[in-house]
């Protein structure tokens, strides 16, 4: 049976992503589980990595799993298997995160993640709400999502890439912010599919072909 492994590190909001993956799910032979045991990353086909809250106590809780994180690079960075991060768990994809100090991410696509600056004062940090997708490079995971569709944000900071080819789409918040980005078997999100209504299941469907 295959199965899509959320990883749960303590960083809240696993009820409403695991019910989204479970309405996508069209192979009954697929099973959604969350768990925080590394055991289930090797059983996984398909991984996800959700995250709410800050950058280093993220990254901190993901450390303190034990078996975790070698079982990622495993099964994500040497077998390949798809890989989906989620807003913090996206921005932890970086080399470097500056909320609150500077903390080392798992630094599978280049890049940093810095505090939101847009250039026009009336905008409020954090970036939280609905705003229009731009597509920026085709992707399978961004089939049938198109510029203009709307999607949900709750964030203070954003993935500055190094490899601009990383970046697959964007949203425009007084700058220029990284919405999506890919490398290989590993795609991630800034904003939320489970809360980004028919665009995110479209989302997270296109994930589970992968």
Known sequence: MSQVTIIDYGSGNLHSIEKSFEKEVQDKAMRVVVSDKAEDIERASHIVLPG????????E????????????????????????GVCVGMQMLADE???????????????????????????????M????????????????INSGDHVYFVHSYHFDCVDKNNALASVDYGQRIVSVVANDNIVAAQFHPEKSQSTGLKFISNFLKM
């Open 97 to 127: 995160g500056f909320e609150n100090g500077s903390h080392k991410g798992l630094g599978w696509i280049s890049g940093k993640v810095k505090p939101i600056t847009p250039n026009d004062s009336s905008l409020k940090i954090p970036h």
């Open 129 to 144: 709400g609905w705003n229009e997708i731009k597509i920026e490079k085709q992707h399978p995971v961004l089939d049938g």
């Open 52 to 59: 709410v809250g800050a950058f280093g106590d993220c990254i």
């Open 61 to 84: 809780g993901l450390q303190k799993l034990s078996g975790m994180q070698q079982a990622l690079e495993e099964n994500v960075i040497k077998q390949r298997k798809p890989f989906m």
